[in-house]
């Protein structure tokens, strides 16, 4: 009689623990996957007191920078930084960024509190020191390394001020090996 009503109980016992431990599971939320999951990030906490319009141009190897390796952010300007994203496709890795810093020649001075690549789980935080050599900016852009802050300037009638880098694939690598 015993064995019949440990039978009768076992399954249900069985099949209550296997439910509770699916749901357990798809209750998951996903969010121990990154959010832009295989994909480089480069991102950048900035604070830029006027709108403007931040765009990050890339290339691998020799090839020039042009518009068609361009990711850009519109970015509201505020007293606060602000963490602007650029998302590279999937399996787009750049072998040197120049990172782009706006396009209204009346912004004041631009601060960088950090740039970061990422990738999935791993995360590289540019140092200043590291900053001042991966990273040089071009005419129209006066930049102290060692506070991270620069202005645009207008030359020769032009605006375009930009921090252009060196081979950066060291970094990507390291991410994507990680």
């Keep these: 009689m015993r064995a019949i009503r440990f039978k009768k109980w076992i ?5 209550s623990l296997f439910l509770a431990g699916a749901c357990k599971q798809s209750g998951k939320s996903g969010s121990d ?3 832009h999951e295989d994909q480089l990030v ?5 604070k830029v007191k006027q709108d403007d319009k931040l765009e990050l141009y ?3 190897g020799k090839e020039t920078y042009n518009s068609e390796r361009r990711l850009d952010a519109p ?6 930084f602000q963490t602007v994203n650029f998302v590279f496709e999937i399996l787009e890795f750049p072998s040197h960024v120049r990172i782009d810093l706006g396009e ?10 950090q740039l970061a690549f990422k990738y999935n789980e791993a995360e590289h935080i540019f140092t200043p020191e590291e900053l001042k050599k991966y990273f040089r900016p071009n005419s129209w852009l006066q930049f ?3 506070t991270l802050s620069g202005k645009g300037r207008v030359v020769d009638g032009k605006y375009d001020p930009f ?8 970094f990507v690598n390291k991410l994507i090996l990680y």
């Design 11 to 15: 399954f249900p016992l069985i099949l």
């Design 33 to 35: 996957k990154p959010e």
């Design 75 to 80: 970015i509201r300007g505020s007293e606060e």
């Design 42 to 46: 480069v991102q950048l906490i900035v």
């Design 104 to 113: 209204n020649p009346q912004q004041p001075e631009i601060e960088i509190q």
């Design 144 to 146: 102290d390394f060692q």
């Design 163 to 170: 921090l252009s880098s060196n081979e950066i694939s060291y």
């Design 58 to 60: 890339y290339r691998k």
